[in-house]
């Protein structure tokens, strides 16, 4: 196969694009940067199957050849980058999923959206299941992101009921794993970069909002699963692990696993945090027989090496910033 990956070189995107090369495919990775890391898949451009584009998919673009598949993995995904960046989050959503979409049509193509566990917004109902509509504010914080995907999924309905276009649905819960950014501003890399610094860990609220969180290599059998299933037309999977925990005790648990001696404090809860957070995967089961084989446990203590190793290259880095200031201080 043939596949095209947009966010390709972000956290989930990059790991997506090393299992469709273990697979056989041609690899076509387009991504803006302005989330995603070149570094992320770095080891992969010496592959004579695989390519990077660099490219902002909320400009149109064209890609000469045939493609089987059209991933459309590209948005800000993090709250503290959906509100950085509010505009080019919708535009993404909108403008991105209207160029992959017209692509995908123009090739025969299946087309996947990663979607995601906010277009739930604050459930009323738990655990959530594909069938649920959400309770989302429109005009919220948290709106850019949660009305960008919602708009995405109203998007690809359309083209597949007008046009046919084969799709499918990932919505993703709570994925965690190597290539997170250390300042993603999610709660799991929050706390593991806190906890690996002897800081105070932050929980916000009184932490007893919960999530499930998923293993990025879990995740991505999932995804690849979905992609591949034979069924024609419409598919909306939710993808996540539905093993609830408060914030609270997974802070307990990262501060057990590193061995930090930090201590926990309690932040204001941000406006619209969602209270509840977990999948129901009974659809998962039935049409892909998928479900999350790595524990909690055990995925952070797989998570843990790479937070060691990309906590002592930035401050390898700053040290380095900060000596070089120092020194043009003293040319000065």
């Known amino acids: 196969m043939r596949t095209l990956v947009t966010g390709g070189a972000g956290f989930v995107g990059s790991h997506l694009c090393?299992?469709?090369l273990a697979e056989g495919h041609e690899v076509i990775c387009i991504d803006?940067?302005?989330?995603?890391r070149r570094e992320n898949v770095a080891h992969l451009e010496s592959q004579r199957q695989f390519t990077f584009i660099l490219h902002d998919v909320?400009?149109?673009?064209?890609?000469?050849?045939p493609l089987d598949a059209v991933l459309h993995f590209a948005s800000p995904a993090s709250p503290k980058d959906y509100l950085e960046h509010p505009i080019h989050t919708l535009k993404v959503g909108g403008l991105g999923?209207?160029?992959t979409l017209g692509?995908?049509?123009a090739k025969g193509a299946v087309f996947m959206l990663a979607s995601t566990s906010e277009v739930y917004g604050d459930p009323e109902v738990n655990?959530?299941?594909e069938t649920y509509w959400g309770h989302v504010n429109p005009v919220g914080p948290r709106s850019v992101y949660d009305e960008a995907k919602r708009y995405a999924e109203a998007m690809t309905i359309a083209y597949h009921r007008a046009h046919g276009v084969p799709v499918r649905f990932p919505r993703i819960f709570n994925t965690y794993g190597p290539r997170m950014r250390l300042n993603d501003g999610r709660a799991l890399p929050n706390m593991m970069s806190q906890a690996l610094r002897e800081e105070p860990v932050t929980v916000y609220g009184d932490g007893s909002q919960t999530r499930s969180f998923c293993y990025v290599s879990d995740l991505v059998e999932g995804i690849y699963r979905l992609l591949l299933n034979s069924a024609a037309g419409l598919l909306i999977v939710n993808l996540g692990n539905p093993e609830e925990v408060t914030l609270a005790q997974m802070a307990r648990e990262i501060l057990e696993v590193t061995g930090s001696r930090s201590e926990i404090v309690f932040q204001p809860l941000p406006e619209d945090d969602p209270r509840k957070r977990c999948p129901d995967i009974t659809r998962a089961k039935q049409i892909l027989g998928w479900q999350p084989q790595i524990?909690?446990?055990?995925?952070?203590?797989?998570?843990l090496p790479y937070f060691r190793e990309a906590l002592g290259e930035k401050e390898s880095g700053d040290r380095r910033q900060e000596s070089e200031k120092e020194t043009m201080n003293d040319e000065r």
Do not use: C, D, M
């Not at 149109?60 to 050849?65: D, E, I, K, L, R």
């Not at 524990?295 to 998570?303: F, I, Y």
């Open 58 to 65: 909320t400009e149109p673009f064209f890609v000469a050849g």
């Open 97 to 99: 999923t209207y160029h």
């Open 103 to 105: 692509l995908a049509k």
């Open 295 to 303: 524990s909690r446990l055990e995925g952070l203590n797989k998570t």
């Open 18 to 20: 090393e299992r469709l």
């Open 127 to 129: 655990p959530q299941p």
């Open 32 to 36: 803006s940067l302005i989330t995603g």
